[in-house]
Each structure stands twice: as C-alpha cells, then as structure tokens.
C-alpha cells in the first residue's frame, strides 16, 4: 500500500504563487510516475503535471511556463510550484503515484485563488 500526504495549500491572491509538497510512503517501488491533479468544482479531475521517477515531466498545456513540478526521490516527495495562479484555478489539488502495483491518491488540498 502507498500513503499520499499532501501540504502546502491555501488561500493567495491572483498572480501569486504557492508551493506544494507531497511525500509518499508504503510500497512505493523505485520506479514510478508522481503527479498533481486538480478538481475545480463542477467540473472532472483534470492533469495539472507529471513526472517520472527519471525526471522526465509532462504538463497540461496551459500551465507550461507557470507551474514546476519537481521531485527528490531520496525523500520520495513531490514538489508542484505555482506561479501567476488565477482566480479560475481555484480547486482541490490531488498528488497521485502510480508504479507496476496500482496508482494511489492523496486526500486533496485546497488551494483558493481569491483577493
């Protein structure tokens, strides 16, 4: 089993940015994929960012140039850094791992985008 802990939401303004973390533990195995997904409301789960257990990333295309996901795998976290963030982004952000087992899901944060 694979425990998913995400931290690091809350409340900014338009055009801020927030940084969140997510720190896996269990049966992670050394190969897999972490990622951020978010949840706006009334609307389906949609892919913010991915990345690889090598570094290789993927991203929704409209937050390319805003958003960095990264990774330390000696701590078997991962990083998503938001930049710019809009009004319209306000959601429920979730950190998901996926490896050859299954994939897994963390409770959510919520990040509000508001003034």
């Known amino acids: 089993q694979v425990q998913l802990v995400e931290s690091g939401g809350g409340l900014v303004q338009p055009g801020g940015s927030l940084r969140l973390s997510c720190a896996a533990s269990?049966?992670?195995?050394?190969?897999?994929?972490m990622g951020w997904y978010r949840q706006i409301p009334g609307k389906q789960r949609e892919l913010v960012a991915r990345i690889s257990s090598v570094g290789i990333t993927n991203y929704a295309d409209s937050m390319k140039g805003r958003f960095t996901i990264s990774r330390d795998n000696a701590k078997n976290t991962v990083y998503l850094q938001m930049n710019n963030l809009e009004s319209e982004e306000t959601a429920f952000y979730y950190c998901?791992?996926?490896?050859?087992?299954?994939?897994?899901w963390g409770q959510g944060t919520q990040v509000t985008v508001s003034s």
């Open positions: 269990g049966s992670i195995s050394s190969i897999n994929t």
């Open positions: 998901n791992l996926r490896n050859r087992i299954g994939e897994y």
